[in-house]
């Protein structure tokens, strides 16, 4: 196997990136004619003559007394059309470097100016003055600046022509100031063009908006007004022109950084020489981002650090599927809408840099939480014509566990990872007057599987890829929205089979006698496809409906993620809505919905009917209820490669109530329940409660509880095989979960903060009961110790079940278990310069478990915090060097 294959891809997408970039000028050229916005709005940026602004939020310079202001804003909300009831001013000038932006707030009273001071991007309920920018003019993507009425930045980029398509992984390095009078908050900012990417065309005209958010009269005002009942954002932009004589910036920024850890264990087990109390780490890498020419850039790293700072939730699984955790690394955030397509998740982010696949044999072993990313290097940007275009690769280290037999007193190392390539490219291009878009995503995955375990497991290679399209009629009123795609994967005949038994295939189900379990191919391909049509604007009617399908051999977790495959689900839903207040509702939205599934046997999987009931009240409360009824159907999965298994008919409500959300204090419940026909409920109920204790102090508290039953739970068995008949054995399981999620956020500025995150966490789950299938198709159970039943007996000592058939015996140990567990971090984050940012982080990892099955209470979260766990300290410090 050649293990470089993914780095010569990678190379590849990055020369033809780099030929695009080289292209973007004829692009230009050959690009699309846009239809006029639909806004008449304009402004004009003046060209500064002398020194720069010097940006503290006090506008003395000559430049902001000439510059024209752009002052008439309308109302969204609450009355849609309506002048806004403050004034608002916002100029616009430019020199060779930067855009400058002058904006004034107006109020009647500054005691009516609510913002709380918090970190970068945390923008909560505060009073803000929002820019956003179409550079491109292009209609459909859009860089958005804004500050808080405390100074607080924030900034988001639009991939598509909607408002809130917003990708918070945009972090340029710009400046804002704030200060406040007795008539008015004012703002001042200077934006570099090197954050920004725009053509090489002498004169600029660039789509603009700008939007002022008043919470305290709950008044939302915009330069251009978009109504309610109609799509799209940048497409409706008015214009800033004025600006000529500027160029592109190259942009090459460099970004050392030096990090420390220190891990500290509250237990150690003194036979495990691995097992230190206290253990060192020290690590230094550098980044580089460098554009290529005015359209693309390169993001490239050697040494990464790719910790996290935030660590995943607690939870525990009890299904067939992995959990997916959402990405927090900034390095694969950033850009990583340029990514995705309109289709399945072919790449996965956290697949680079996860675990090691493979646990050591031996008793006691070293090996290391995460996979070493050796390097990484992406390409992202748009071009003029309008092409999108997103490469990634990276490459993973060879992990290997050194480990220790107490027997013989050696120690020996055992490779747990193979060494690995990722590579992925998203290309995506716009055409038409209401911008519609077709794209096409490539993934690949190469592994140099050197031990037996690996190729017996893991594919050698697999690659995966498709095209999507989204066709968007009378500006994007209807859309007609749709995917192809396919799917191969290549490996040892023992590891294709390992794909074929996993959960997304169970192609040993014994009544699918359209599979074939082939236990001799070394490869699997297959595909999938989608296909729907929306309607999105209109004063009352909305609608759509689809279908989607993916084979039975459809297979991207290797780079992507997906649950099952051998799906075909279709779905239609229509809403009526008004968004015209009424004497009792702001606005209230009617959803009904119905979707089915079925397998590639046309076996029907699922079939539910729902309605939904949205709605704000007229003081800003929002309320929402959501009813669904299940039919009967029947299951591939519940017997996790067993026969199909009937399900129950049962009814699912769900409500919320939330108070205003400009409200400096703001609440907000849950609730939900179900029930079906075979004996299964659930309740769970929920509350959350912001507290703004002063302008730079934020609380925030979120307890939950859910309870259930469910009796139908599968209950895996490692010596089932040995029993003629292989018995599929289910329980009935009492599970209860209790967590509250706490934050506290305190700002001394808003460069620097420090944020505490914490959550105490208990479930449990008790057994009660066994059974076995008792037929094919069948949802009825033969229950263990019942009459006729094959018999059950517990020895308590050795926590284990003795299950005794005519067939023979099997075994399995006492499922029942309480888990304890609390997870916290500490960060304080300092912004020392602009674009270098210090990190100190204290994080606590703690986890219990206990085998009783005891339901749970509130006490048991107090006791979280006297599990066993681990406190982990780390410095990081990074400084941000524009070389040009």
Known sequence: MNRFIVHILAGSLLLMSGILCNTAAACTQTRHAPSSSDSSARILAQRLEGDEPFIDGRL????????????????????EGAPSTLRTEVRFCYDDRALYIAAVMFVDD?????????????????????????TYKDRRTAYTFGVTADGVRFDYYHAADQEHARDYSFDPVWEARVQWTDSAWVAEMRIPFSQLRFSEAVTQTWGLNINRYIPSRNEDVYWVLIPKNKTGWSSRFGVLEGIFGISPSSRVELTPYAAFAMTNKQRRNPLDPFDEETS??????????????????????????????????????????????????PFFIEGSQLLRGE??????????????????????????????????????????????????????EREFSETYDPVTRTYSEEEIEPFSGFGVLRLQQEFGEDVSTIGAILTGVQRDLRTTAARDQLTEQASSGGVDWKLRFDQGTYELIGFAGFSHVRGSARAIEHVQRSSAHYFQRPDAEYLTMDTARTSMTGYTFSLSLEKNSGRHWLWGFGATAESPEFEINDAGRLQTADDIDTYAHIIYRENIPGSVFHMYLLEFSGSNGWNFGWIRQYSSLGFSFRNTLKNFWTTAVYLDYGLRALSDHLTRGGPLMETGAGWNVYATLNSDYADRTRWGFSGSTFSDETGSWNYSFGCSLTIRASGRLDIAIDPSYTRSVNTRQYLPVPDRALVDGVPYVFSTIDQGTLSTR????????????????????AASGNYL???????????????????DAPSIEKNAEAGAYRVVKR???????????????????????WEWMRGSTLYLVWQQDRYGYHPTGSIIGPGDLLRSFDSPGANFIALKISYWLPIT
Do not use: H
């Open 60 to 79: 003395t310079e000559a430049c902001w007394r000439s510059a024209t202001p752009a002052t008439a804003f309308l109302q969204r909300e609450p009355v």
């Open 280 to 329: 060192w780490m020290g690590n230094a890498g550098l980044d580089l981002k460098m554009g290529l020419g005015p359209n693309l850039t390169l993001d490239a790293t050697i040494n990464p650090d790719f910790g996290q700072v935030e660590a995943d939730p607690a939870e525990v699984n009890l299904s067939a599927y992995e959990t997916f955790y959402s990405e927090r690394r």
């Open 807 to 829: 067939e023979g015996a099997f075994s399995f140990s006492d499922p029942d278990f309480n888990i304890l567990s609390f997870r916290s971090n500490i960060v304080l984050r």
């Open 110 to 134: 500054p005691v009516e100016i609510q913002s709380t001071m918090s970190r970068r991007d945390n923008t909560g309920n505060s009073a803000r003055i929002i820019i956003s920018l179409d």
């Open 769 to 787: 009961g066994f059974g076995e299938q008792a037929a094919a198709r069948s949802r009825e159970l033969i229950v263990y110790g019942s009459t």
């Open 343 to 396: 289709g399945p998740d072919y790449f996965y982010s956290r697949r680079i840099g996860a675990p090691p696949k493979f646990q050591p044999s031996a008793i006691f072993a070293e090996q290391p939480s995460n996979t070493t990313i050796l390097s990484a290097a992406k390409v992202t940007g748009r071009l003029a014509s309008g092409l999108s275009v997103g490469a990634l690769t990276a490459v993973t």
């Open 742 to 761: 706490i934050r506290v956020n305190y700002a001394f500025s808003p460069d620097l903060t420090l944020e505490v995150y914490g959550e105490p966490f």
